[in-house]
């Protein structure tokens, strides 16, 4: 029979999967920052071992004619195995030559949505991983400042925070905000909103929490390919066609100094020591650490003549107003510095982050005299 419309000439697999795969970057949010491998594509084999090189120290003075100390480079290795995603759909012939628009095409629209959210998922579990974390009650503009410092002098160079809808709300009503349409230059990425604190700022729904986000650099995570997408179709017995899409890949946090992750935090338990002995009804406290590992914006609040140790949780609200819960928090703590304190009586500091929220305590029973 001439002039046949055969179900072969409407639905190209190969087609499609090329189709597929070159859309499938551009639907991502995470993955067009990773550093993609493709080792393993063609050669047999589903795994990648990794060297992991540790630093050789720097380097050290040398006198005239002086020798040099040699280091031995070390490293340690990790292996990567690959694995697959897929997706299955089936659509009747009926739909397929007399379905309303371009059921196929929809079906290639669908699978790149698919393919490219789990791809996506992979990658933030991967981030999950990071080894510099900064933590949060809440992702604010003064947490992604203080978060950026975990980065050391590496702080330098493009950066991209991932972050949920709800955090983006708080963000850009910030005074450091600037809007998509300032920095359209380097807008690479899906979901690009804006930037803060030189962080470009992407939107995803694969963080749902305002106590979440990940600022990442070009090069964190790496992506070993072993094949990209595959489509291969089925005939049914009920005269329907499947389609099996499918890519192998294994995604793996390639440098950890590249991410930095801001998590939910959990109240930091303060070493508060009495230094000297109580005279003229005051004494000098010390806290292990004050206050290097005060961040930008907290303040420290000091109590005394307690009865007990008032009970804190992660992220309450500060509140030391009369009659408030935090009442007798009126001081400020200064290391070293003579404050009221009363014999068998608990003082106690509370560490107060930039957003007015507790983020750590520590107490002691004061003595009049110190042990020997």
């Keep these: 029979m001439a002039n046949e419309t055969l179900l072969s000439h409407i639905i190209n697999p190969e087609v499609l999967a090329n189709m597929i795969e070159g859309k499938l970057v551009n639907a991502m949010k995470f ?138 709300a708080v963000l850009r009503d910030s005074a450091q905000w600037l809007p998509a349409s300032e920095v359209a230059a380097n807008l690479v990425i899906a979901g690009t909103v804006g930037m803060i604190y030189g962080c470009i700022v992407v939107i995803t729904n694969k963080i749902a929490t305002t106590n979440e986000a990940y600022i990442v650099k070009p090069g964190a995570v790496a992506l070993f390919m072993k094949r990209g997408v595959s489509i291969e179709t089925f005939r049914e017995k009920n005269d329907a066609t499947t389609f099996h899409a499918n890519k192998h890949y294994a995604p793996y946090l390639y440098d950890s100094s590249k991410v930095v992750k801001l998590g939910a935090a959990t109240l930091i338990e303060l070493e508060l020591e009495q230094t000297s002995n109580i005279a003229s009804n005051k004494a000098t406290f010390e806290i292990t650490g004050y206050p290097t590992n005060l961040s930008y914006g907290w303040k420290a609040y000091y109590a005394q003549n307690l009865n007990s140790a008032a009970s804190v949780t992660v992220g309450d609200t500060f509140d030391n107003r009369a009659g408030a819960a935090h009442a007798a928090f009126t001081v400020e703590f200064e290391q070293g510095v003579g404050l009221s304190a009363t014999n068998e009586k608990y003082s106690q500091v509370l560490y107060v982050d930039a957003a007015g929220k507790i983020r750590a305590s520590g107490d002691v029973a004061a003595a009049t005299t110190l042990a020997a």
Excluded: R
């Design 31 to 168: 993955t067009p920052l990773c550093k993609v491998d493709n080792t393993l594509v063609g050669q047999p084999g589903n795994t990648v071992t990794l060297p992991q090189f540790a630093y050789i120290g720097d380097a050290a003075d040398i006198d005239e004619l002086g020798t040099y100390v040699n280091k031995e480079l070390t490293a340690t290795t990790q292996q990567v195995t690959i694995k697959k995603i897929g997706k299955a759909v089936s659509i009747s012939d009926e739909a397929i030559l007399s379905g309303y628009g371009d059921p196929v095409g929809e079906i290639g629209k669908q699978l790149i949505v698919s393919l490219a959210s789990k791809v996506d998922g992979d990658v933030l579990a991967a981030l999950d991983y990071a080894t510099l974390i900064h933590e949060v009650v809440t992702v604010t503009p003064n947490e992604i400042n203080n978060a950026l410092v975990k980065m050391g002098e590496d702080f330098e160079g493009d950066k991209y925070l991932f972050v949920s809808p709800a955090t983006y």
